[in-house]
Nanobody, 120 residues
Framework: VQLQASGGGLVQPGGSLRLSCVAS????????IGWFRQAPGKEREAISC????????YSADLVKGRFTISRDDAKMTVYLQMNSLKPEDTAIYSC??????????????WGQGTQVTVSS
């Protein structure tokens, strides 16, 4: 059972990145999936999640209108499209299974993170 996040990198303010969370070893379509981030010296925060059937999503106020979560179960992948990036979005981004509702509660499976750096 594995989740692997990728797609991070260095981007200028105002730029875009698309992160991918690829699952292996289990049926992704049975799980809600969420994205977290953790910046140096700060607590981990849940930023977005999507239900197992893709019918509902949640986005934290800090990213609402800029980040969009989606999933392609045929590709065993959940995406996080990040637009209008700001320096304060700099963090390590990780994905996890859990419960998606008015927020995201992580569950059993976590992936290794991918570094996103927003800087000019």
């Amino acid at each position: 059972v594995q989740l692997q996040a990728s797609g991070g990198g260095l981007v200028q303010p105002g730029g875009s990145l698309r992160l991918s969370c690829v699952a292996s070893g289990f049926s992704l379509d049975h799980y809600d999936i969420g994205w977290f981030r953790q910046a140096p010296g700060k607590e981990r925060e849940a930023i977005s999640c999507i239900s197992s059937n893709g019918g509902s999503t949640y986005s934290a106020d800090l990213v609402k209108g800029r980040f969009t979560i989606s999933r392609d179960d045929a590709k065993m992948t959940v995406y996080l499209q990040m637009n209008s990036l700001k320096p304060e979005d700099t963090a390590i981004y990780s994905c996890a299974t859990g419960r998606c509702g008015f927020g995201f509660v992580p569950g059993d499976y976590w992936g290794q993170g991918t570094q996103v750096t927003v800087s000019s």
